[in-house]
């Protein structure tokens, strides 16, 4: 944001103070540094503010009412917590100077954003997906054995293309999942039969390097990168007439799928890493949603 005579928001007196602040103290990015500091110059227009002891003057329903002014701009529920929480930290800054003696903004009630319901494919979908790449070329077998990897265990594209050949413990018949949310994962026949058809005489035929780790390789030898995997599964979309297609909507499917089969809650967290089970129980809902709809489709008296 800029100032009148051209000079970035923070580089003024006003504002030098919560500056220091936030890059000693808090220690944030600079994006988040302007983003906190266009928050709280919003909020002094609003109240018509000049300077930090005007907030004595502030009481709750006043950031109430700058809340609901955010809301009625438009702003999503998420943009508007986000604003809040930017206030907040600068709340938290004049509280430490002896400014004021409470937080208000963390005490100003907002709408929480409403958890979207995942789209999911139906099982007919994924099978016709997972059947897309036809023949027994190098192409043909690996992306075979990408999709039904990246579906049969829940993976995100991430953790897909980071796998490496000794991942895979094929005696044991599970994949061990490298990142953030590491995991081992069971590798059913159907699973692994592909998987085997790639490795072997089909990896090596593209292999450069000997010691090239990476399972799933390019035309070139070398790791499979993310743009590449990308233009893979949106060529089989277009074939199977799947054009919304994404690794993130095959991971939400089998969430769905495994819950519809019986699988526990903690389970699908388990299958899916999430480190927060409130991620999963999103999940949930939309299979009680799904329920719900064939509930109300075959119930004799669903419709009346």
């Known amino acids: 944001m800029?100032?009148?005579?051209?000079?970035r928001l923070h580089e003024s007196s006003r504002f030098a103070g919560f500056l220091l602040y936030l890059k000693e103290q808090k220690r944030v990015s600079e994006n988040t540094i302007q983003?906190?500091?266009?928050?709280?110059?919003?909020?002094?227009?609003?109240?018509?503010?000049?300077?930090?002891?005007?907030?004595?003057q502030a009481d709750l329903p006043a950031i109430r009412r700058y809340l609901d002014a955010l809301r009625e701009q438009g702003l999503s529920p998420s943009t508007v917590l986000r604003r809040r929480a930017s206030l907040g930290c600068y709340y938290e800054y004049l509280i430490r100077l002896g400014v004021l003696s409470e937080?208000?903004?963390?005490?100003?009630?907002?709408?929480?954003?409403?958890?979207?319901?995942?789209?999911?494919l139906t099982l007919q979908q994924v099978d016709k997906l997972l059947c897309?790449?036809?023949?027994?070329?190098?192409k043909s077998r690996r992306d075979r054995a990408m999709l039904e990897l990246l579906y049969?265990?829940?993976?995100?594209?991430?953790?897909?293309?980071?796998?490496?050949?000794?991942?895979?413990?094929?005696?044991?018949?599970?994949?061990?999942?490298?990142?953030?949310?590491?995991?081992?994962?069971?590798l059913y026949p159907s699973t692994?039969?592909?998987?085997?058809?790639?490795?072997?005489?089909?990896r090596q035929s593209v292999l450069r390097l000997e010691r090239e780790p990476a399972l799933f390789l390019n035309s070139g030898g070398r790791?499979?990168?993310?743009?590449?995997?990308?233009?893979?599964?949106?060529?089989?979309?277009?074939?199977?007439g799947l054009e919304q297609i994404s690794p993130q909507l095959l991971r939400h499917s089998l969430a769905v799928h495994l819950l519809q089969n019986g699988a526990a809650l903690e389970e699908v967290q388990a299958m899916l890493g999430h480190s927060d089970i409130a991620s999963t129980r999103v999940y949930a809902r939309q299979f009680q949603q799904t329920l719900r709809d064939k509930y109300q489709r075959i119930h004799p008296r669903g419709q009346k």
């Open 35 to 56: 983003s906190y500091l266009r928050d709280v110059a919003a909020l002094d227009s609003f109240l018509g503010f000049q300077g930090d002891w005007g907030y004595r």
């Open 152 to 186: 049969a265990c829940g993976l995100r594209v991430s953790e897909l293309l980071e796998l490496d050949v000794q991942d895979v413990n094929v005696q044991l018949e599970f994949l061990h999942v490298r990142g953030s949310a590491q995991r081992d994962l069971p």
């Open 103 to 120: 937080n208000l903004p963390r005490r100003a009630p907002v709408q929480p954003r409403q958890a979207k319901m995942p789209a999911v």
């Open 132 to 138: 897309a790449p036809a023949g027994d070329s190098f």
């Open 223 to 240: 790791r499979m990168s993310r743009q590449g995997f990308w233009k893979i599964l949106k060529d089989y979309a277009r074939q199977t």
């Open 192 to 202: 692994l039969r592909p998987l085997l058809e790639y490795l072997g005489p089909c």
């Open 2 to 7: 800029e100032g009148k005579k051209g000079t």
